[in-house]
């Protein structure tokens, strides 16, 4: 050991990062350290780069000589010795950013211009073909007569019809922005596109062309687009809102911090339009997340893993210089002692669920205890609320005062009982001073007792209870390793991620049920009582 040195990865390529103005130096010095090194030839240095770890190189720590705990999950993995070097993390993350702000944003509005578009061209064209004989060969058209000017009517009220439906169906407020085209709608899309078109070059051809006189067939040939149209919206209602009516696939959804898990029966739907869905329900039937709460396991943990000491007990010791009958006596000795502090270390990891069972009993103890001081003081100040409205019915209309007021006025009383109750359950980042005011100037307004009053905070709600900052900025990510477009299959696993936690959900196929029929006849029902007339004294 005292011929050989070695240097920690950290220490090494931090020594690196010191600059790239130190790049030329240390090459005009390399000639003259190797034959340094070769002079020492007893010496070896070795270099212990963690394996699978980046790499601290950033040139921003310079003159720093702490490490930090977690150096490789905060630091970026440099491959050369350029100031201005970027890590794959890095060109991944600015292209995430750059979609985030520019590329949904695009194709949001692509997409409401593509529709807007399609739209326009349908509506438009029955009334072209109507229009353009007028305009092109008035002179040559025919008379229309009194079953032509009864197109024109059925044409009129089926396009207000085709207009309010599509309006109906398409036209809604976007629920959420998926990561790929909803596969039916631009089939739809497509087919209609290609419909008018042809129609078109149907249109082109026989009436423009020829200029056609018959102008009853030409009002005919705009009713049948119009009416192939209204079918196309039937197949569209059909394919997007009837398909997915009927179950046909029962799904868990397990949330991976606290294993809450809720179960859910979809229909014939693709892997994102479900994520969308379960999306929907998790923000109704989910207790929001608390991670506070998993605070306390992941302490006990740690403080169990800081009293464990780990041991090469068949390992190799380091080799000293002499050997001899007090050198193995020494290692034996090295050896029993090691045994014998694991022996300890399993003993005290023996006692652990004592030492989990009294704290957990000590906690719900303080929760109960807290409990109690809450509903006393809720109740005093609902009191005190019910003697303050008696009052105020014998003043002035002027000087009645609003529930907002009631409430700043009540609230002290109750407020310590309630921070200290919220924070022994860990919920004081979910409430905020004026959120507990607004609801309590809220159940004032509609004269709620105060078991209503304090349900919202003695049991834990889903995520849409709590304020818009908890959910309405988050964002999902859909990690799948089928395409999010095929859809759902027996077997199938996807995971909803976000910052905090994520959804595994699990696909399984409803069971196909068989039932059967027993006919019971009636008179298998009738029995016959015998009644004897000799009884036993």
């Known amino acids: 050991m005292d011929t050989e040195s070695t240097y920690s990865g950290y220490s090494y390529y931090s020594g690196r990062s010191r600059g790239s103005h130190r790049h030329g130096e240390r090459s005009r010095d390399h000639h003259k350290s190797r034959s340094k090194d070769g002079s020492r030839s007893e010496k070896s240095v070795t270099i212990n780069a963690p394996p699978a770890e980046p790499l601290l190189g950033d040139s921003s720590v310079l003159g720093e000589e702490v490490q930090d705990d977690n150096w490789g999950e905060t630091t970026t993995a440099v491959t050369g010795t350029s100031e201005h070097s970027l890590s794959q993390e890095d060109i991944v993350r600015i292209t995430k950013d750059l979609e985030d702000s520019v590329g949904l944003d695009c194709r949001r509005y692509f997409t409401l211009t593509l529709a807007v578009v399609l739209g326009l061209l349908v509506f438009l064209t029955p009334l072209a073909f109507l229009v353009l004989p007028h305009l092109l060969w008035p002179d040559k058209l025919l008379v229309c007569g009194t079953a032509c000017e009864g197109l024109f009517i059925s044409v009129a009220f089926k396009l207000l019809i085709l207009l309010l439906a599509v309006w109906a169906l398409f036209f809604r407020a976007p629920r959420a922005g998926l990561p790929r085209v909803f596969v039916f709608r631009a089939l739809l899309a497509v087919l209609v596109l290609l419909f008018v078109v042809s129609y078109w070059l149907f249109y082109g051809v026989r009436i423009l062309d020829s200029q056609d006189e018959n102008y009853q067939g030409i009002v005919q040939y705009a009713v049948s687009l119009v009416d192939a149209l209204l079918f196309i919206h039937y197949l569209a209602i059909v394919l997007l809102e009837l398909r997915q009516l009927q179950p046909a696939f029962s799904v868990s959804v397990t949330r991976s911090t606290d294993g809450e898990t809720r179960q859910y029966n979809l229909g014939q739907l693709s892997i994102q339009r479900a994520a969308l869905a379960i999306m929907e329900n998790y923000y109704r039937d989910f207790s929001v997340h608390n991670p506070a709460l998993l605070t306390a396991s992941k302490s006990r943990a740690a403080k169990h893993l800081a009293g464990l000491k780990v041991y090469n007990v068949d390992g190799e010791f380091p080799a000293t210089p002499t050997t001899g009958p007090g050198n193995n006596a020494a290692t034996g000795l090295a050896h029993s002692q090691s045994r014998a502090m694991i022996a300890a270390a399993a003993r005290r990891r023996d006692t652990n669920h004592n030492e989990l069972y009294y704290e957990e009993a000590e906690h719900e103890r303080r929760v109960r205890k807290r409990k109690a001081r809450l509903v006393v003081a809720v109740e005093e100040a609902f009191t005190h609320i019910k003697r303050m409205q008696e009052e105020e019915q014998k003043k002035a209309p002027g000087d009645v005062m609003d529930p907002r007021e009631a409430a700043q006025a009540i609230f002290p009383s109750m407020a310590r009982s309630l921070q ?95 039932l059967s029929e027993e006919f019971i006849d009636p008179k298998s029902h009738k029995f016959v009582l015998r009644l004897q007339s000799e009884t036993s004294v």
């Not at 905020?432 to 834990?460: D, G, R, V, W």
């Not at 988050?474 to 995971?495: M, P």
């Open 420 to 514: 200290k109750y919220l924070r022994t359950t860990r919920q004081q980042h979910c409430h905020s001073m004026e959120s507990i005011q607004q609801h309590l100037a809220f159940c004032i307004t509609n004269n709620m007792t105060p078991k209503a009053f304090l349900e919202s905070y003695l049991t834990p709600g889903p995520t849409l209870q709590y304020g818009r900052e908890r959910w309405l900025a988050r964002q999902w990510t859909l990690v799948s390793e089928a395409s999010v477009t095929s859809g759902l299959k027996e077997g199938a696993i996807f995971l909803l991620k976000c910052i905090d936690f994520s959804l595994v959900v699990t696909v399984k196929r409803i069971p196909y049920i068989q």
